[in-house]
Nanobody, 124 residues
Framework: QVQLVESGGALVQAGESLRLSCAASGRIVENWAMGWFRQTPSKEGEFVAG????????DYEDSVKGRFTISRDIAANTVYLQMNSLRTKDTAVYYCNAGSSMYDVSWSMPLFPWGQGTQVTVSS
């Protein structure tokens, strides 16, 4: 089993940027995809962004396209989410997880239990 630890969340103002990190312990299988998800009181496990571990192909939820960038460092076993032009609606707890495919990630079907996540709060 892979354990995932998210970090980098903070309180920021609208328009500012943050970079989230997700450190994985254990082997990430080459054909998996890694994803970032977010949770608010009204919405659970919303897909934000995903990346294929082997080839780095990516996918994004429509509201973050052009503002967020997902990347991965294979050697460091780490996934990142660069978030620019943050909006108040981006306020959520952000989680990372793995999926057996990009399809599973984009439909929020993770392989592992959710971790503790990292809180992102965007003030107006």
């Amino acid at each position: 089993q892979v354990q995932l630890v998210e970090s980098g969340g903070a309180l920021v103002q609208a328009g500012e940027s943050l970079r989230l990190s997700c450190a994985a312990s254990g082997r990430i299988v080459e054909n998996w995809a890694m994803g970032w998800f977010r949770q608010t009181p009204s919405k659970e496990g919303e897909f934000v962004a995903g990346i294929g571990w082997q080839y780095g192909t990516s996918d994004y939820e429509d509201s973050v396209k052009g503002r967020f960038t997902i990347s991965r460092d294979i050697a460091a076993n780490t996934v990142y989410l660069q978030m620019n032009s943050l909006r108040t609606k981006d306020t959520a707890v952000y989680y990372c997880n793995a999926g057996s495919s990009m399809y599973d990630v984009s439909w929020s079907m993770p392989l592992f239990p959710w971790g503790q996540g990292t809180q992102v709060t965007v003030s107006s």
